[in-house]
């Protein structure tokens, strides 16, 4: 994991993330807390545990962001889920498990990264002996014994002047054949991967692998094309995959992090039936992953008892003192986002480096328009953003993508056959557009 300060993750997260300074520095609190933990001796570190966050707001403040933006901070393996995929064991859906399942990947994938950036060189320099043994082969023994006489080292020069080549980019159109392994299509046996079972389909398949012996086909490819098949080939057979396996591990039970959405959809009304009873069942398959527990995975065995978790829900008409007591108590640390305001869509629309704003006008750039923003149009936009959230229903920064996509809708259109130089985007345009349609609340609720 990156050691970054919490000053440094909140100074991160604002250049993407406007506001909600709160539910930052909690994430950014607890996100140090891990780094400090593997600062310990083995024997306390094992007792600190996770400080669990759950993020309560409306839809559209930040809550899925501030998850996507962790993600690509930390470094550690990552992932996000929905509570409203999972069900009890025994109905149908997702097993909460997989999870953890899915969290492993994640890891594997991490390690495999690092791994492949130590065998990099070795590999570019097997798939130069390979490219040049298939450009230059040596010599049979016939040939060297009709040769040796005239000159025992003109298979070695003409190799070497063959690797000048190769490497000057002279041959890359020059054709080659190759080995190439056919993957089998993968087979699924009906009821394997059933409910709490979902890893079973992979787990299968792996041992089909194993046992049907490798079908390989010859392909006449391009020095270019064939480079990046026996570079893949190459890193394959250089990569310890029992290492990657046991380190990402390691990596997942120590560093990993699960951002939980919509836990408020797995509240149950009370005495509620049917689906409610499932919902419940989420809540108490959820709490011995959250408290700690072993799940087994293709790649052995992972305990939970360190994994960071991060839950967030609107609770329109929930609360989270509805959730069990005990799962309740796994989240200790709350953090509630505010509603944005009409200065907040400002910044919005302004501040971040992936604003919405230079978006579109990348976008249309590509068509050779430019297209500029004033001050004016960001305001107004903003102001028609929080309206429309105000008299129908508040999906916050969502709001925003719906309002620019009208507001640049016939631009969008007619941008290849314009040829304009440069469309100023100012308060005047932003009304002409959408002024009818916000004036009118029938309109705006399904249009904006």
């Known amino acids: 994991m990156k050691h970054l300060t919490p000053r440094e993750i909140v100074t991160e997260l604002d250049r993407h993330i406007v506001g909600q300074a709160n539910a930052k520095r909690a994430v950014a609190i607890a996100l140090r807390n ?33 998850a996507r933006r962790l993600a690509r901070l930390t470094g550690a393996p990552f992932i996000k889920v929905e509570a409203s995929k999972y069900t009890e064991v025994g109905y149908y859906g997702r097993d909460v498990e997989s999870m953890v399942r899915e969290l492993i990947e994640n890891a594997i994938g991490l390690v495999r990264e690092s791994e492949l950036a130590e065998v990099e060189e070795e590999a570019k320099r097997r798939v130069t002996e390979r490219l040049l043994d298939l450009l230059a082969p040596a010599p049979t023994t016939i ?12 298979y070695e020069r003409t190799r070497e002047k063959m690797r000048a080549m190769l490497l000057g980019g002279e041959l890359e159109t020059r054709q080659v054949e190759i080995k190439i392994e056919q993957k089998t299509q993968a087979m699924v046996i009906p009821g394997m991967g059933g409910p709490g079972n979902d890893h079973m389909d992979i787990d299968f398949q792996g041992m089909l692998e194993k046992i049907i012996p490798k079908n390989y086909v010859r392909r006449t490819l391009t020095v270019a094309e064939a480079r990046r098949v026996l570079f893949e080939q190459e890193c394959e057979a250089l990569i310890d995959k029992e290492k990657v396996n046991a380190k990402a591990v390691e990596l997942a039970e120590q560093t990993g992090m699960i951002f939980i959405d919509e836990i408020d959809k797995v509240v149950a009304s009370e005495g509620g039936r049917g689906a409610d009873v499932s919902r419940q069942g989420v809540q108490r398959d959820l709490l011995p992953i959250v408290e700690g527990t072993t799940v087994q995975t293709r790649y052995g065995y992972i305990k939970t008892d360190h994994i960071l978790f991060v839950a967030a829900g609107a ?50 750039k590509t068509e050779g328009v430019e297209v500029v923003f004033t001050e004016d149009a960001v305001a107004a936009l903003a102001d028609y953003a929080y309206r429309v959230n105000q008299s129908t229903q508040n999906i916050g920064a969502r709001r925003l993508h719906t309002i620019m996509e009208r507001l640049l809708e016939e631009l969008s259109f007619e941008a290849p056959e314009m040829h304009m130089g440069r469309v100023e985007i100012n308060a005047a345009y932003v009304r002409e557009r959408l002024d009818e349609i916000a004036q009118d609340e029938d309109l705006s609720k399904f249009i904006l």
Do not use: C
């Open 34 to 66: 891990r780094w400090r933990r593997q600062q310990l001796d083995d024997d306390l570190r094992k007792e600190v545990g996770p400080k669990n966050i759950l993020m309560i707001g409306p839809t559209g403040v930040g809550k899925t962001e501030i």
């Open 315 to 364: 609770f329109h008409s929930t609360k989270p003192s509805d959730l069990m007591p005990e799962l309740q108590g796994r989240f200790p640390i709350r953090v509630e986002l505010e509603d944005l305001t009409k200065e907040d869509f400002v910044r919005i629309l302004a501040e971040p480096r992936n604003s919405l704003t230079r978006q579109y006008a990348a976008l249309m």
């Open 143 to 154: 040939e060297v014994a009709v040769d040796q006489p005239e000159d025992p080292n003109r």
